[in-house]
């Protein structure tokens, strides 16, 4: 698997760990220049050094994904170092789970801004450079990576589906938006994947339970988004968008 996103310049958010560290190398060893952005420096700093020391370009910005002004200060340190970005991963994200009548409005908030503001900031960000071009704008890609909780009402998750569900609207109100200039937005729904996002509660007496009720009675291996991830950044889904691609080994039957 080389060189399919080769000349293009990718923005990962949440790259630090989990899925957004994978994305990021992903993206690298298919020949995209990343720009990994997440507030914790020392991970992205190995992540930078892994890979270039495989031959890839990358670049660390430390960004909080909710914050405007930092969302833009990383796109520019971005177009500095590679050229406007024409690849967008929309990875960052965070959950709490519990009953809603013990959910504090804190909490409700931040979920809100790390997995929806956060969106439609880098969105909005790299759709401004995007559309600065007709040949721009029809390269550009973003991918946001909802969860199959955009449409399962899970107990306790009412700040995290509700945020996921936001991200599937946004993905196909903005996918229609900047259509017509070529610009896609398209979404991936993945089923349970052990990152620290979940490692706690899949490990724990409820998730294990969880797991037996479901289809395969399993979680999906680490690299079950790769081929989505790399088809959806191509030109390859240039007929693709405003869809949101679930990928959950049935967890959702
Ligand atoms: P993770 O916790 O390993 O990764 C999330 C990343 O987002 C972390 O690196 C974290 O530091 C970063 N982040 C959080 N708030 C941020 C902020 N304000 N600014 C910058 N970065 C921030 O978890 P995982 O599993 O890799 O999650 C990645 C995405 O995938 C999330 O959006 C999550 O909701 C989604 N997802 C994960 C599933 C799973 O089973 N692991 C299933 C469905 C969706």
Redesign the pocket.
């Known amino acids: 698997m080389t060189g399919r996103l080769q000349g293009r310049v990718a923005v990962v ?9 994978r994305f990021a190398s992903l993206l690298a060893r298919e020949g995209a220049c990343v720009a990994a ?4 420096e020392d ?1 992205l700093a190995d992540l930078v050094s892994e890979i270039t020391g495989a031959g890839g370009r990358a670049l660390a910005v430390r ?4 914050d405007e002004a930092q969302v833009v200060a990383g796109f520019d340190r971005c177009e500095a170092e590679f050229g406007p970005a024409d690849t967008l991963i929309n ?5 709490t789970s519990g009953p809603a009548t013990e959910l504090s409005v804190a909490d409700f908030d931040s979920v809100m ?3 929806v503001r ?1 969106v439609f900031l880098a969105s909005r960000e790299a759709a401004r450079r995007m559309l600065k071009s007709p040949e721009r704008a029809a390269r550009g890609r973003i991918v946001n ?5 955009a449409s399962e009402a899970l107990a306790g998750g009412s700040a ?1 589906c509700a945020s ?1 569900s936001g991200v599937v609207m946004l993905t196909r109100v903005l996918a229609r938006e900047w259509a017509r200039a070529g610009v896609n937005v398209n979404a991936i ?10 490692t706690e509660w899949l490990h724990s007496p409820g998730g294990q339970k969880m797991i037996e009720r479901m289809p395969r009675r399993r ?2 291996d680490a690299d079950s988004l790769d081929e989505a991830l790399v088809f959806l950044a191509s030109d390859a889904s240039r007929f693709v968008t405003g869809s949101e691609l679930i990928i959950d080994d049935g967890q959702g039957l």
């Not at 958010?13 to 560290?21: D, F, I, K, N, Y």
Request: aromatic residues 6%; contains cysteine; proline residues 2%.
């Open positions: 958010t949440g790259a630090s760990s989990g899925l957004g560290r952005f997440a507030r914790r991970r960004c909080d994904v909710t990875n960052a994200g965070i959950g801004a790390t997995n956060s990576i909802a969860s199959l909780a995290y996921k729904s993945p089923g349970f994947i052990e990152t620290d996002l979940n979680t999906m």
